[in-house]
């Protein structure tokens, strides 16, 4: 028992010893900025790169910071609404993506039903998918349309589909494509069968979903409110002169550093606790 121990004990040294001195090329590589150019991706923003949307949002609190320190001539004050502009654009592609997710979310059982029409019509997996691109949704089109003359071009069709589901950039695009291509692989005279039972639960789902989001939706209107409010009073104080000053002063700075921590953080607490559980793209 004691060799036993002393084994399992060596080797798990040995294991932490290996991945602290992984090489790089062992290691894996992050891409810089992957995140944020998988978001711009969801919320349909493919010609914008992270380095322009940081661009864009440093250009924005520099507009607006020039702005409110040509207006009220505070410095304090025009710096909060500068770092609140910087993130309006972040907020944006955010809102953009959040949405883009849930109208497709209402597509892809169109999609799914499509398949199986041209399934049993005769066509093959790869025709029916590239048919979408001319009778599915027209969100859609493109990307299939996309996969279409890629496929006609390479005749490679597992490779086809990764360019499919890079380009949709859809947590249930994932499952989908995964699930026709495990279809394909494993062949058989199921897959009508399997197309309709996946197109009754992206339907289920999607229900569900859109009950939920609609409950939900007073949390968040009520967390905008209670952050907004503080400072659209601070707006209107910003008409007296005798306000701008007392801001201006250390103590005044404070505050407003203060209550920009406490809203930011006030914020996030109430949109984590109402939230939904948000799809992942683990099928990568």
Request: without cysteine.
């Amino acid at each position: 028992m004691g060799a036993f121990l002393g084994l399992m004990l060596g080797v798990g040294l040995l294991l932490i010893w290996h991945g602290l001195s992984a090489t790089e090329s062992t290691r894996p590589r992050k891409v810089p900025f992957e995140r944020t150019r998988e978001h711009l991706l969801q919320a349909g923003l493919p010609g914008i790169s992270p380095v322009q949307l940081f661009g864009l949002q440093a250009l924005s609190a520099v507009l607006v910071g020039l702005l409110g320190l040509t207006l009220t001539q505070s410095v304090s004050v025009s710096l909060i609404f500068a770092i609140f502009a910087a993130a309006v654009p972040a907020l944006m592609v955010s809102r953009l993506r959040h949405k883009r997710q849930a109208d497709l979310r209402e597509l892809w059982p169109e999609v799914v039903d499509n398949l199986t029409s041209g399934v049993r019509a005769g066509l093959s997996l790869p025709e029916a998918l590239a048919a979408i691109g001319d009778r599915g949704p027209e969100q859609l089109r493109d990307p299939f349309k996309q996969f279409g003359a890629d496929y006609r071009t390479t005749g490679r069709f597992n490779d086809s589909l990764d360019r499919l589901k890079a380009t949709l950039a859809d947590p249930v695009g994932d499952r989908v494509i995964e699930s026709l291509r495990v279809a394909r692989e494993v062949g058989g005279t199921d897959l009508g069968r399997l197309l309709s039972t996946l197109s009754g639960f992206l339907r289920d789902d999607a229900r569900t979903r859109a009950e939920l989001l609609a409950r939900q939706s007073w949390s968040v209107n009520a967390a905008r409110m209670a952050v907004a409010a503080p400072w659209l009073v601070l707006i209107l104080l910003a008409t007296q002169r005798e306000t701008l000053q007392a801001y201006d002063t250390p103590t005044g700075t404070v505050i407003l550093i203060a209550g920009a921590v406490l809203s930011f953080i006030a914020y996030r607490l109430m949109i984590r606790i109402g939230r939904l559980p948000e799809d992942r793209r683990v099928l990568r």
